[in-house]
């Protein structure tokens, strides 16, 4: 039962009145002191997962109380098709107040705070009761989502087409206790918090440290700026002396020791205008999500290696002056050509992961057509700087400098998918191989002897991806190698460069572009092997393949001399050359260990829990059959200890593919037959597809009916009810919170709220 005092308010929308529509500006709000104890943290656990970042429904994002008060829009960023780019509308950059977001970008707010008395008036209580009254439970349907009302009659009009809309979106309603709190917030006024409070005495001083580094008068330092602003801008920057604040690093009008004034520019490279600005720390005051949470620690060991790799050594040609024209600026080549190519390598390499994972959880990282460039599992190795002959030859990078331009040059066309892009890359790999030596174990970069970044795991999940250290899942199809040349462009292809409000000229050719990229990846990897062996691994990789006309930058990439490696059995040389580096050549603390389920010839865990679950898991992964068609791309799966700390795993679905060249038609790539299963420890997904939950005592139970699943005879559904949560189920949230306050635990730096649009109710 509800409280009396709202009861009457969460029957549906016939039940209440209507109002005329809202005004379009907002009422200022009021400071409430219990909002940040009492308001977000019930936002943060349950509307979060849904409400945040770019696709979040309706553009309602809560990770805040200014993105509450912003309140809602009907446009979509996610929309590849759009002809025209649209105006950009990312939190707390393109404008800064409540009335510039509803008077410049047509948001419209969802609380009323001129008829707070009146529950009715606001759109978000509306549907938060409208969620608690609705007795037909987890309705669901992942491709429906609500018409975005902008006022209480087109509420009532939503919500009598489709009264399973309700709030949180087919998932479990508030509590009577949480409903309450919202009421009680919204019949006060809907205040926020005050203005944050300064920082610390310790924190100021390590902004400090930054931004007299970034913006010291070395003549050498605006370039080396720029070219950090333009790899950390998407950072959620975490100072090791003053843990427990994240901060963006910004271009500012304003310079250290004045409140931050934003210059918001779609690149991070863009002209910044006439006036001089300032490389400053701005505080994140929102609650941090997973899916776009990329951590880069700043401590004084950083500061001295950035220190020595760009200051450290002479440079061969004096520092250029910024230019801020698109074919200047989008070219990292020509930009930063006066900065040496092994200082801007390195320092990719340092933070390798953090790199690659702005690939994988910056904005282009959502969305099928985004991601459908690359396998469902693979290795990432790097190319040794010694063995780099963009650093090793001073010429070199400028030779070939404008066959390596990117398509964020040119916006309006599709140039990556024409006959003169392709033939820059035809004449960069053939330039490339005419450089290329017989490839040994020692071209794969060892990582410096200790960096564990050196061997990076990428788990596709459909429309989402994840990154992880080591190499995990056993074997995989694929493997990339990448050089300096290839990690830059991938950067700035999919980060710097990518623009998720441009029009669909620009989102075809950031893929396109990709697909070339990961092509010379793979065939850096390629020339590891024997060159009577090549043509043979790439046609397993691509097979009934269509793209013809990328068959020659294929057989380019792959080129070479014989390497100078010895192989035992030349049929299986991938695999072969996957063993070696993992497990003798590269050094342990760069190789990292190796997770004993997949890998069969690890030894199980020393924790006996651990050990009998690795154990009982081992037959079923890594191998085609019939269970896996019923599983969806990620389950966290709980294995109860009965001691302080139970165990966490992640189950991801493999989905094999004939080929990753088609932009959409995915579908006709797949090869379902040859799917399997694979489980990792921990969270090892953004977007969770469902949960599941077994004691440690019923383990083999639980694979007997794991082994008996199939598709299509109801197999999955009682195996769903009996260890699983649904959408709908009552326990779904307390299901959901274990895996919250799981996650940083497991990782203290990196977690950070799940995203559950994914959450199937299968």
Known sequence: MLPVAIATLAVGPTACRRRPAQAQLQVPAPVDTAYSTAIQPIFDRRCVPCHACFDSSCQLTLQSFDGLDRGANKAIVYYPQRAVAAKPTRMFQDAQTTAAWQSDFDFFPVVDRAHAGDLSSSILWRFVSQRAGDSRGGSFDVDKTTACPRDVAEVDTELRAHPERGMPFGLPPLTNAEL???????????????????????????????????????????????????????????????????????RSRTPQGSPIDEIATRRPYDDPGSTPFYYRLRRIRETLVEKTHVPYRLNDAKLARL????????????????????????????????????????????????????????????????????????LIFFLAP??????TDPGYLGLVAKDLALPAEETTKIDALSPGFHAKELRYVHEQVRRVKGRTLADVWHGDGSNADAVLTVFRHYDNAFVLRGALGGVPKTAWVLDYPIFERMYYDLVAGFDVYGNLAHQLATRAYMNLLRIESEGQFLRLLPTSERARVHAEWYRG????????????????????????DLAHAKEEIVMRLLTRELPAAVAGPREPIQWGDVLPSSDPHRARFEIAMRDLVNRPAPYVAVFPDTVLLRVKTGEES?????????????????????????????????????????????????????????????????????????????????????????????????????????????????????
């Not at 009421?183 to 920082?199: F, I, N, R, Y």
């Not at 400090?208 to 959620?236: C, Q, T």
């Open 180 to 250: 309450g709190t919202i009421a009680t917030w919204l019949q006060s006024g809907a205040g926020g918090p005050a203005s944050p409070p300064d920082e610390s005495s310790v924190e100021a001083a390590e902004i400090g440290k930054w931004e007299d580094f970034l913006n010291r008068s070395d003549p050498r330092m605006p370039l080396v700026s720029a070219y950090l602003f333009d790899h950390l801008f998407y950072a959620h920057l975490r100072l090791d002396a003053a843990p427990g604040a994240w901060f963006r690093l910004v």
């Open 545 to 568: 393949r269509v793209a013809a006309k990328l068959s020659l930058v294929h057989e380019g990439a792959y080129a070479g001399p014989e390497p100078s490696i010895p192989y035992d």
């Open 386 to 391: 010694e063995s780099d002959p963009s650093v």
């Open 646 to 762: 139970d165990l966490v795993y992640t189950i991801a679905r493999n989905r094999a593919h004939t080929s990753v060249e088609l932009i959409f038609p995915e579908g006709v790539e797949l090869e379902p037959t040859e799917d399997s299963l694979q489980i990792v420890s921990g969270i090892a997904t953004s977007r969770p597809n469902f949960f599941l939950t077994v004691d440690e005592k019923r383990l083999d139970e639980l694979v007997t009916d794991w082994n008996a699943l199939r598709a299509g005879n109801g197999s999955w559904g009682e195996f769903a009810a009996k260890y699983g949560a649904r959408r709908g189920d009552p326990e779904f949230w307390s299901t959901f919170d274990f895996f919250a306050a799981a996650f940083p635990a497991l990782d203290p730096i990196g977690a950070a709220v799940l995203d559950l649009s994914r959450y199937s109710n299968d």
């Open 307 to 378: 220190r020595q790799l760009f200051f450290g050594d002479p440079w061969g040609k004096p520092p250029d002056s910024l230019r801020y024209d698109r074919k200047h600026a989008a070219n990292p080549f020509v930009a930063f050509a006066a900065i040496p190519a092994r200082a801007r390598y390195q320092f990719l390499l340092d933070d390798a992961r953090y790199h690659v994972q702005t690939f994988i959880h910056g904005p282009v990282c959502r969305g099928q057509a985004a991601l459908d460039v690359i396998d469902e599992h693979f």
